[in-house]
């Protein structure tokens, strides 16, 4: 019975891992690739802002294009 | 029995959250191996106050505050203070390549498995943690922005002088 119990716990633990928190799945301090410039759609920062701000205000599209910041998760 | 299950399965979700530091707690201790590649520990800075710097050379704001940093490093050092940069890096190459040319003065300890990052928390690129004499957390910074080194020198005069 106990050992039946603790696998319960077990079984449980494991499928209640899932709920926890969404967080950035890349830590900030493992963003060594994504912050670099090779990594973002356009090179120059100013027309992607641009592009952004007409994707969100037409599409509702918002983010996922890259970091503020240089990509490092300052912001 | 059913309350210890209840417990730990509670503790064993809740740990990744135990994870990150607090203001005014007693700051986790490490031992990292330095440029020179002796092992560094935070417990041999005990009685100064400490600033750990989180940095990492592909990280813009970093490398913008780096020598503002050595200056703070420089002007303090000798009345009881003493700065850290971790660098968080897997490979520290790119970091001694940048280090090269921009040279600091304060220890640079070297983080490859991003172990002292996870203990720490690390939510952002820099992060800065000021730890006073007694070896309590009391200042944790994220991010740089041009300015912010004046909250660090305010946070530093005020614990040198308690």
Known sequence: MRVVRVLFALGMWSALCACAPIEPWVKPYEREHLADPIMSFNRDPISSVYLEHVFGTREGAHGATGAAGGGCGCN | ?162
């Not at chain 2, 983080?111 to 200042?139: C, Q, W």
């Open chain 2, 1 to 162: 029995m059913k309350h210890r299950i209840a417990g730990l399965a509670a503790l064993l979700i809740a740990l990744p959250v135990l994870a990150a530091i607090a203001p005014n707690t007693a700051a986790p201790d490490f031992t990292l191996s330095a440029q020179s590649g002796k092992p560094v520990a935070l417990t041999q800075y005990k009685g100064q106050v400490v600033m750990l710097n989180f940095w990492a050379s592909w990280c813009g704001p970093c490398r913008q505050e780096m020598p503002l940093l050595d200056s703070i490093y420089k002007k303090y050092n000798k009345v009881g203070f003493t700065m850290i940069g971790v660098n968080v890096e897997p490979d520290p190459k790119a970091a001694n390549d940048w280090l090269k040319q921009t040279p600091v003065s304060f220890p640079i300890l070297y983080d490859t498995d991003s172990k002292v990052s996870t203990l720490y928390g690390v939510a952002g690129m820099p992060s800065t943690v000021i730890i006073d004499r007694k070896g309590n957390v009391r200042m944790i910074h994220r991010g740089y922005k041009p300015g912010d080194e004046e909250e660090y020198l305010s946070s530093i005069r005020s614990l040198m002088r308690e």
